[in-house]
Nanobody, 123 residues
Framework: QVQLVESGGGLVQAGGSLRLSCAAS????????MGWFRQAPGKERELVAA????????YYADSVKGRFTISRENAKNTMYLQMNSLKPEDTAVYYC????????????????WGQGTQVTVSS
């Protein structure tokens, strides 16, 4: 059974930082493209960042470029999202996701999802 478990969310002031983690089990982690999505109330879910199976190819949404960094440690079956210079508009539930096919992350249809972790940025 595949499980993706996010952690590291919380409440932070604008300008602060948080580091999200996604621990994966039940799959061959190093074979999967991984991504971070977010969904704010009343808004569509968006792909924030993604990493290829090796971590060599990365994607960032324009809204987070230069502030967020995605990384992965295949030996630990874990993916991270370092979020710096946080803004109130970054407030959302953040989800990690996995798929063998990277394009499915870009099309918002990955095979596996985590349960989400809340990130709240106060002004």
């Amino acid at each position: 059974q595949v499980q993706l478990v996010e952690s590291g969310g919380g409440l932070v002031q604008a300008g602060g930082s948080l580091r999200l983690s996604c621990a994966a089990s039940g799959l061959t982690f190093s074979s999967y493209a991984m991504g971070w999505f977010r969904q704010a109330p009343g808004k569509e879910r968006e792909l924030v960042a993604a990493a290829s199976w090796s971590g060599a190819n990365l994607y960032y949404a324009d809204s987070v470029k230069g502030r967020f960094t995605i990384s992965r440690e295949n030996a630990k079956n874990t993916m991270y999202l370092q979020m710096n210079s946080l803004k109130p508009e970054d407030t959302a539930v953040y989800y990690c996701a996995a798929d063998l096919r990277p394009t499915r992350l870009r099309h918002d249809t990955p095979e596996y999802w985590g349960q989400g972790t809340q990130v709240t940025v106060s002004s």
